[in-house]
Every structure is written in structure tokens, then in C-alpha cells.
């Protein structure tokens, strides 16, 4: 692997889950791979378990790890194209990823979408120009479009549940925020990737990219998507169409236990952070079916794995 | 010990101070108990010495240091039970516990009380809901009301004069801010725990929390309190009986050479930041009688003794 | 050394850049020297390439590192003598340095100009604070008049150009903010203490302090200067004389191709950040004839050196 921008890097995402279940079991199977060797982590935006979780996966690589929050500690960076600089930024992307490059080996990044203009979100352009400029390879902690991380992550914690062909439903839920669709978005290409039977349930106004979702059943009810479910996978997201709106819709999509009890004794999933008795009531976040700390400890393995494979840059191990 | 959150969870203060001593004169002994764990210290507020003292302590133990500012790097918390998440919070404490138990071995909190409300700050939220979801030890790095790290290292530096049943007293002191009581609620908790001979000075207004004072005689005259003294320790804080004010009192508390001539060529303490002029004068803070220094110094054996005992889980080594 | 607050704390530069050199060749020559010491760097503003050259360096040599970016992590600082500290500022300098010089090995500091006041600039008071009251030694990481790591890399590039005794022209170059002289400060003095032939250009109203330039042409055409240049150092400053401001001159002073074909086929040099088609165009600063990336690289060995003189005290290795 050369690069973790998209969950589409991973060649063989069946055998990637194996072999991250099995580095799961000896996580300092390979605690010298990144000796000498320094990772940088690049963050836009707040982070917690993907801060942390990476840190731990270089860290059990043997990685020195250094990281960077852009906004408190290092100059406002410009993006644009043969830009006249005479503006707020003062530094161009081309030179912070040169620098980043004469310095570290693996450059992580993390940045979020604004949410104001579909097709300038859709250029992703931080990640893009980090990827375009920088020397060493790019991975991704969350773009303005994908984060697959998580989405790897979560098809591992899927794995775990030993479910022989689970039906997942990705089912929104109510945020009083504006929020990105990066989450979705690799799950719903990490399911197709990995032949998952995934269906969605979002409220009218809230179908995803129609590029990605291709393919994928909508259900525009929701408790009629969760029959027979074996997962549900509850997330906000904004609305595509409307791009970025917070729709004045019917707000009844949060998860309780009565919908719960409309599926096959399903198991929950959320990426976190979660706002509680908003997304998901308290009962069904903290009851036995909730599988929010084993995705949380999967990120681990996720991201100690994709650095693995850049690190060695062959297809397996 | 499998926790530190109030000095109190220091079984026997006696042992552990001579323990400590020892220990600062061979501060690499345990230089690899800690290898392959990790400690993350949380900060909610600035911290200065808190901050690398603690990082200096882990290091010498072995264990790998992670920082988190929260107000930088994270998610803004909530501490509600039960709270419908639709405000300005994004992640439950419940979450962000499961996520750094998941990460970390060990997790240090740092968390000033808002000094608005004493019922609210008296719960010590923060430190009490990071102590009751996490799965991993808990060490208190100044809470909304104890610093017990600052006592402790304050029982090792009182020790190190060998000054033999001193008269300490604990001084109230002018500030131009509202000021927590962490620091005097834990001081005073500490002398009573290992029998030292305290007394406090403060101004009418100024009595600290009476449940943690009984016992202990307090002066609203402070040069009477002086006769006789060993050790001045020089702290403000904020009124109690009228929480978190700045009281219009007797500005004439501030600590100078004729008030240290009343005492017993008194050794003068303060656990810093300090503001000069305000609090203690240029003469007595810069004098061969202060003992800032070794106060500071100090707070590296304390965290590594208290980090010691959790890593091995038993009363000594 | 002792300590590095200008560049000419090196003794002999000549000899300092050769051995600079070699150390690039093996750069984990001395990996084990820094065992059991710690370097803490104290970031008053904004930082990328000194922030992360200083860590890889240090990492190179075996330290332990800590970062402190004060703004966001400890308390604001008070630099006054004296001072009655009934303000904003809540810890004293004095305390600081002795707290940092109680847990570390050595101090790195950074601390731009204000560009109010000249007078208070001149003092450079942040850094000779520390230096006055740390009692571990101070490395200069940008202060309010000198950046001398940036000058010495900027040494090192120029001898590895291997061009023999190259005319270097410092131009001047437009910008819309308000910047500091350190830069050009040190690398003026820098090309005086190597012996290096060079002029300087600059508009009207632009001349750097006399008593720095003393000896060194000053052009205010910048053509004329450019002529049979082997190396164009491009770099914005604020106003000297009408201190801290930026004059309505002529912004005719961008570097471009056109300029750069008076030259005798010139190197192009900058320190970074830099405004593209501000200060250079891009085709100038894209061209193989830019030395930015060499300097960005050799700031990890001139951080290097620096601290390998320091930890070993004595004038070469």
C-alpha cells in the first residue's frame, strides 16, 4: 500500500480483515518495523479516538510520532492554485507538505468539510493537496469526504460478530448540527467492497451521493428497513441535496429500544462521539447489544494495520 | 493504591514520604515498570508544573506520555446524567472514558472549578464522573476541590527540613482573581493526615470549608499567627461562605521580611504560580528562606511514587 | 557552548559548518548522547520548520522532548522587574525559567517582536529573561532580533552549493503584514562572521539597523544589485526606521524569471513561510534553481550541531 486516502486502497479488504484480526492477537508482532522512522499526524479538526488510536498503532510500530494542530501551532495554510498570497494565509500547501516530507516518513491528515459548497467539498482539497505535494505516503484521519479509518474499523468489529452475513441497516438519526458525510460515506463504500448486505433508511431530503449509494437500497422508513436487521449502524449526516442543511424534518428517527425490538436481536453501532437521547437513547447505547467499545478498540488495530502495509508497500504480510 | 484522588488515598503518609525520599535519590530504579503502558494526562486548564512534572515522573517509570488539551484537541464534554444531547456538548463522559480506558493505562485529570456555584463545584464533577466510567486509575491533577499531588510534595519538602514538629501556617494572601480552594483544601488534609502542627491565617470572609478545617485553630489576625512559626505557606483563595468572591477586605495580607521577622526564622512556601508583590514580596520569595524550588522539584518524586504504587498495585515497595 | 542566542555564540563558523556537514553524512552518529537528558521547546508563536527540525534533531541525539506552546498550555507570563503583578499576568519569568530548569536539560525558545515599540523589541526581552533566570542552557528558536538556527542552515546550504565565493544579494520583498528583522538580522551577520561577499536591496525607508549592516553595501535599485549575483536571498521586513510599519512603496520588488536572468544564473534562496507571487513567483521558486528545500533540510542539522556543542560543552566534537 502506498497511500490510505480511501477505503478503495486496501486491495483485498476480506484478507485485510483477517490479517488485522490476527495483528489484533500479537499487536507488538512488529514493534520494530517503524524504528528510525517518524510519523506526523495533521490535524484540522478536533479528534479523540482517531488522535489517540493512531498514536497507539505507530507507537506499537516503533514509529516516532509528532503531532500537529494546525490552527494553534503553525501558520494558516493556503490551498489555492497559483494563488497571489496577499491574504490571511501565509503559507502554501506546496511548501508545509515539503517540509512535513524532509521531516517525516508517513504524514497523517485530518480534515473536515465546510459544508457551505458541495463541489469545493467534494475536491477534497486538503487531503488531495497533501497527497499531490508531499513525498511520502498520505493517510487519511478524515477528509472532507471519506473516512475510512473508521469504515475499516468497523469492518473488522462487523467481522467479530461472527454473524454469518449480516443485514445492516445505516440509519440516520437527528443532530442539531450540520454534519459531514465522510462517515457514511466509507461505510457505505467499505460494505459494497466487502459484498456486505447493507440497506439505508434516511428521511426524504437526506439521500447520500447518489455515486456512492449506487446500487444500495433507500428506505425512506425507518422501521420498516429494520426488519430482519442484524446490525443497525445509526449516524447523522446533512443533507447532500440540500447541501449541508439541517432539514426541518420529522425528528422520530432517533434509536430506542422499541425499534430496536423491531429487528433480529440486532447489534448497534455508532463511530462516536454520539450526542445521547439525540442519535440513540441511553438503553440501547449502554446495553449488551451496543458494540461502540470494540469499534473504539478496532480503530487501533485499523490504523496499526494500514501503516503496516505502507511501511512494508507490499500487498500483504 | 488504585487511584489518587485526594490525598487520602495515600494509606500511611509517613512511610510514603520517607518512601519518596528514597526514592528521589535513585529516581531511574523503576525504569521499566511502566514499559508497554501508556499514561494520558488530560488538561482542562493551564498547568505549568502539574503538566511536566508529571511527564518527567512517567518518563522515569518507563511509560509512554500522551497530552490532551481538551479546549484544543477535542470535543466539548458533557457530565449530565441522562441529558438529551441537543446543546453545545458533542461527546458524554461515558464515551470519552471508554475511549481512553481503551487507549491508556493510566489517565490524569486536570479541572478548576467554575467558582460560581459550590454545590455544583463541590460534586467535582469532572474528576468524579472521569473516576466513575473509566475502567483504568485515575489520578487527580488538581480538581475543583483537592490538588493532593501539590500536598503531597509539599509533606515531602516540609520532611526535607528537618525542622522537628514544626509550627506551619497555612497564610491567606491577597489576589485580584477568584481562586480555587483545591490547594488549602488538600495542604490542610495533609497536615492533619501526618499530625503536623498547622494553623491558618485568613481574613473574616475567608474561612475555608469548616468540614475540612475542624479541628485546626484559624487566626483572622495574621501576625499573631506568625509568633513562633516555622513555615509560612502562602496561598489565596477565593471567599467560600461567599463563594468565589473577591471580598473588598484588608489588602494588607501580602507576605513581607517585617511580617517574617515575627516569626521563628520561618522557611517560606508557596506551590506557584505566584504573583510577585501581590501575594509575597520580591525579598521573601527571592530569599535563602524560600523553598519554591525544592517544592517544585519535589512534585516530579511525588507523581512518580504515586504512579509507582498504582503500577504495582500494592501499600509500598 | 554554553548557550545559542546568536550565531555568534559558534565560535568558528568555517569549522562549525564543515563539521555540520559531516554530521549530516551520519546523522545518528551521537544517538545515545542525549540518554537521560531532556529538551523542552517553549513556543510563544506560530512555528513548522523549527519545530519540527529542532524535535528530529533532538530525537537524533537521544533527548527527550516536550513542547510548551504557551498560549494555549500554561499560564501568561510576566517579564517585568519588580513588577507588582495585580494584572493579567499570573506567573513571573523568574519562577518559570526556574521550574523549566528544573525538569529539563535545556531551554528552547521562541518569542517574536511585538513591532510597536523599537526600543522594547531591542531588548529582545523574553529571550534574555530566560536566559537570565534558567540555570540550563537557552537555545535560540527566533527571538524579537535574531534567528541565528535559520542563519547557520542557511551557512550550511550556501557552502553546499560549492560555488566559490558567491555574491549573495538579500533583497527585499513586498508583503501586506508587519514582519520582523530577525531573519535578515542574522544572516546579515552570519555572511560578515563567514567572510561571505554580500550586498544588500532594499527600498528607501527599508534599511535594517546600521549597526548590524555596518560594512555591507546597501542598494536601494534592486536591479542594479542583481547584477552578476550567484545567490538572490529574498526576504520581507517591516520598516526599521518608521519601526514596525509597512511603507507605501513601490511593490515592484517580487522576485521574478525576469529578475532572476540578471543574475549570473543565480540561486534562490528564502527561509519560509513565503508568499508565492507575493514575495516570488511561482515559476521562481519551483525552478531548479531554488535552494528552499536544502534549507528546509538543513535546519535538522544546524539544530543538530547546536545541541550536540551544548550537551558535549565543548568548542567542536
Not at 528510525?36 to 484540522?44: A, P, R
Not at 491528515?109 to 459548497?117: A, D, G, H
Amino acid at each position: 500500500m502506498k497511500k490510505f486516502l480511501s477505503i478503495s486502497d486496501i486491495p483485498d479488504l476480506d484478507k485485510a480483515i483477517k490479517n488485522a484480526l490476527e495483528l489484533k492477537e500479537d499487536s507488538m508482532k512488529f514493534s520494530t518495523l517503524g524504528k528510525g522512522k517518524n510519523l506526523v499526524m495533521v490535524f484540522f479538526n478536533p479528534s479523540l479516538r482517531t488522535r489517540f488510536s493512531t498514536k497507539i498503532a505507530a507507537q506499537n510500530l516503533g514509529l516516532g510520532i509528532t503531532t500537529l494542530d494546525v490552527a494553534q501551532q503553525t501558520w494558516p495554510l493556503e490551498f489555492g492554485l497559483n494563488t497571489i498570497m496577499d491574504g490571511h494565509t501565509s503559507e502554501h500547501i506546496k511548501e508545509a507538505a515539503m517540509v512535513l516530507s524532509s521531516y517525516f516518513d508517513l504524514i497523517a491528515v485530518r480534515s473536515f468539510p465546510q459544508l457551505k459548497n458541495r463541489d469545493i467539498d467534494l475536491k477534497d482539497v486538503v487531503l488531495k493537496n497533501f497527497s499531490k505535494y508531499a513525498t511520502v505516503p498520505i493517510i487519511n484521519m478524515e477528509s472532507a469526504t471519506a473516512h475510512p479509518l473508521q469504515s475499516f474499523a468497523d469492518a473488522i468489529t462487523i467481522r467479530e460478530t461472527k454473524i454469518n452475513n449480516p443485514k445492516i441497516v445505516l440509519s440516520w438519526a437527528p443532530h442539531p448540527k450540520s454534519i459531514p458525510h465522510s462517515v457514511p460515506n466509507s461505510f457505505v463504500k467499505m460494505c459494497k467492497q466487502a459484498g456486505m448486505n447493507l440497506v439505508i433508511a434516511n428521511p426524504p431530503g437526506y439521500d447520500l451521493d447518489p455515486t456512492i449509494t449506487s446500487g444500495i437500497k433507500v428506505f425512506h422508513h425507518q422501521e420498516e428497513s429494520f426488519e430482519n436487521a442484524d446490525i443497525i449502524y445509526s449516524k447523522n449526516w446533512s443533507s447532500y441535496e440540500s447541501y449541508g442543511q439541517v432539514l426541518p424534518t420529522d425528528q422520530n428517527w432517533m434509536i430506542d429500544l422499541a425499534k430496536m425490538d423491531l429487528t433480529n436481536r440486532a447489534k448497534f453501532m455508532h463511530c462516536l462521539p454520539v450526542r445521547r437521547n439525540v442519535v440513540v437513547e441511553d438503553e440501547v447505547l449502554d446495553s449488551e447489544h451496543s458494540l461502540i467499545q470494540r469499534q473504539v478498540q478496532n480503530r487501533t488495530v485499523a490504523a496499526q494495520y494500514v501503516m503496516h502495509q505502507i511501511l512494508t508497500n507490499v500487498p500483504t504480510y
